[in-house]
């Protein structure tokens, strides 16, 4: 992690459904993510934070959501994620 960069957009490119969110049992957004970017919200578990601003955009999260609750972009315009060593 400590090897790459982002160039954050403005505008969120994941999005997350959370009426899904809230009746998933499952939650493997919470374990798949490399970069630990799902959380419950402290203050009410049912509901997912998305901190989409640390996206590596390995898309694990968008396979891996058993019920497609995850709407799921690059960033625009040549945002997001750079990887200084391929
Ligand atoms: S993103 Fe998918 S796996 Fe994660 S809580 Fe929502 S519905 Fe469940
Ligand atoms: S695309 Fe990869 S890094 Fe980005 S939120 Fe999904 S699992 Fe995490």
Known sequence: ????????AAEAHLKLD????????????LQV???GNYEENEADPREIVLSWEG???CGTCRLA????AIEWN????????????G
């Open 1 to 8: 992690m400590g090897t790459v960069k982002f160039n954050t």
């Open 18 to 29: 959370q009426q899904k969110c809230r009746a998933c049992e499952e939650r493997v957004c």
């Open 33 to 35: 993510c490399p970069a």
């Open 55 to 57: 996206c590596l955009e």
């Open 65 to 68: 959501c058993p019920h497609g």
């Open 74 to 85: 690059y960033p625009v315009g040549g945002k997001g994620v750079c990887y200084r060593y």
